[in-house]
Each structure stands twice: as structure tokens, then as C-alpha cells.
């Protein structure tokens, strides 16, 4: 079993990241705002592996994903400190429930999370899936579901598409939290698309 993924969320999309670790076989502690005895019901849904944890529990993992509201990032990231850690940025900059975009000032939902998390390492990944099907087998009709990747860390992003490649993902890298991110972030041209990864003939 590989090294525990902490889950700074508990709701749908935190829910199914944490289903996607534990196909990767990796340990998860999960936590929310609300602290671990709150989330007993969550943590006995999603069976062994997982156990609940308050917020800095989860941030001492060495990869740690965000998966809360984006109306609740900065109070989620308030006093957290980080030394060099990833964190999966899941997060869509919306409105809810409109999903309308959030302004960003012209920069990526993905480059402001970096700005609340200095000293860790910030790779967006799983935000352009809903959660029933980030949460459900990747594998279908003989290929795999792919997983969006960027970045500007090289070794983090290889980090993070290890993870999901063991959980049955095909991960495809699409460049740094400028580029990349504004590609997958919700409104860019990547957002919602579900994709499968086909074997070729030879393979």
C-alpha cells in the first residue's frame, strides 16, 4: 500500500477522490470543516482505507487534494502551512448553483490556489469530471477514462498521474497552471469533457 492521500473536502467531489485513491491503493485520511466526528457516516460509506482527519491532519500527507466549494477555498486553506507537499487542485472557480464562472482577474482558479498554498507544489487534476463518474471504475468499453493534467512542477505532475494512472486513468500532461489550467478550469475548453483513451490496434 502506498503512501496516505489526504482530502481536504468531504462532499461529492471529496467523496470520489477519495474512491479514486483507494483503487490506486493508497491509504486516505479525509477531513472537512466540521472536524472527524462529524464525518463517521462518510468514513463507514467508503469502507477501509480511509479514516477521518481535521484539516492539518490531511495536509501532512504528501499529496493532498482540494475538493471543497471554491467559495470555501480560502477559509479551507486558512492556517495551513506547507514544505514542499502537492496539492491537487479539484476545485472549479463557480457560482453555485448557476456553475457561472467566477472573474478571476485574468488569472487561472489554479494560480490563486498556489498563491493560498505557498511552499507546496500545485497540480489541477479532477475538476473536469462530476464526481459520479471521477468517483465510479475509469476503465469502460476496453479503454480509460482520461484525467487532464498541469502544472508547473514536472516531478509533482509525475506524482499525481502515477496516482491516477494506478487508479485506472490515462493521465495526458497539458502543460504548466497558466496554459493547462485555463484549458481545464470551468469555462475553458476542457471542462466537462468526459473522454476514454482507446487501445491503438497494435497495443
Known sequence: MGEQIGIIGAGRLGQALARTARRADRPVV???SRGPESLASVVDALGAGITA??????ARCSI???????????????ELSWSGEIVIDATN???IPSLEPVPLGGLTSS???????????VVKAAN?????????????AGGRRV???????????????????AAGFFSIDIGDLVAGGA?????????????????????
Request: charged share 20%.
Open 30 to 32: 479525509i477531513a472537512n
Open 53 to 58: 482527519g481535521t484539516t492539518r491532519d490531511a
Open 64 to 78: 493532498v487534494a482540494l475538493a471543497v466549494p471554491w467559495a470555501s477555498v480560502h477559509y479551507a486553506l486558512a
Open 93 to 95: 472557480a463557480v457560482l
Open 111 to 121: 494560480e490563486i490556489v498556489a498563491q493560498l498554498v505557498l511552499r507546496a507544489r
Open 128 to 140: 473536469a469530471l462530476v464526481a459520479d463518474i471521477l468517483g465510479g471504475d475509469p476503465r469502460e
Open 147 to 165: 484525467m487532464f493534467l498541469s502544472g508547473d512542477d514536472a516531478e509533482a505532475k509525475r506524482a499525481v498521474g502515477e496516482l491516477f494512472d
Open 183 to 203: 484549458m481545464q478550469q470551468a469555462g475553458g475548453p476542457l471542462a466537462g469533457h468526459d473522454l476514454l483513451r482507446l487501445p491503438a490496434p497494435w497495443e
